[in-house]
């Protein structure tokens, strides 16, 4: 049962992080210099669309950033079945 707990709670992480990349982010959590002082995590999230523009795939970065999501839960599905199924 902890186990289980253990995962969807790094299942929540994870999700949060993939949020706070997109678009879909509407907190502002921390002051305005970002995160830590950092200038590359600003309060407003939409880090996807900040690392592709001014080049050709601006225009596509909410494609890129399902994909990328798809990608992360698909890899931590599969991180959770090795690490619990010895069988498989």
Not at 27 to 48: A, C, I, M, T, Y
Not at 52 to 69: E, H, K, N, S, Y
Request: hydrophobic share 55%.
């Amino acid at each position: 049962m902890t186990k289980r707990i253990i995962w969807l709670l790094i299942t929540v992480c994870a999700a949060i992080v993939l949020l706070y990349l997109s678009r879909f982010w509407i907190f502002d959590l921390w002051g305005r210099p970002g995160l830590f002082g950092l200038r590359s995590l600003p309060p407003g999230g939409n880090l996807v669309a900040r690392w592709v523009r001014g080049t050709p795939l601006a225009q596509f970065d909410l494609i890129i950033w399902v994909c990328g999501v798809f990608l992360v839960l698909t890899w931590l599905e599969k991180l959770y079945h090795q690490l619990t199924h010895k069988d498989a």
